[in-house]
């Protein structure tokens, strides 16, 4: 599978796909040339999930309520969550 066609699987696919390859790797089966192929695949893979995630994280909006009630939204950061 090409990068431009990686582009169009969906994130849950993509992981889906690298673990897979993770477990191939692991498994120590593979010739030399295949799992250098799957290792290419896998950072294709890597960089699509990563790519996925930031947009996912972009789009997610805090909802905060001011003293008077009035309900606003603002951008989420990971730094606003709480430990």
Same mark, same amino acid.
């Given at each position: 599978?090409?990068?431009?066609?990686?582009?169009? %699987?969906?994130?849950?696919?993509?992981?889906?796909?690298?673990?897979?390859?993770?477990r191939q790797l692991?498994?120590?089966?593979?010739?030399l040339k295949?799992?250098?192929?799957?290792?290419?695949?896998?950072?294709?893979l890597?960089? %699509?999930?990563?790519s996925k995630?930031k947009?996912?994280q972009?789009?997610i909006?805090?909802?905060?309520?001011?003293?008077?009630?009035?309900?606003?939204?603002?951008?989420?950061?990971?730094?606003?969550?709480?430990?």
């Amino acid at each position: 599978m090409t990068k431009a066609n990686s582009e169009n %699987l969906s994130f849950e696919d993509s992981l889906s796909e690298l673990e897979k390859i993770v477990r191939q790797l692991e498994s120590g089966e593979a010739d030399l040339k295949s799992s250098i192929d799957s290792y290419e695949r896998g950072m294709v893979l890597k960089k %699509l999930c990563e790519s996925k995630l930031k947009e996912a994280q972009a789009k997610i909006e805090k909802i905060t309520v001011s003293a008077d009630g009035k309900a606003t939204t603002e951008s989420f950061r990971l730094s606003d969550q709480k430990s």
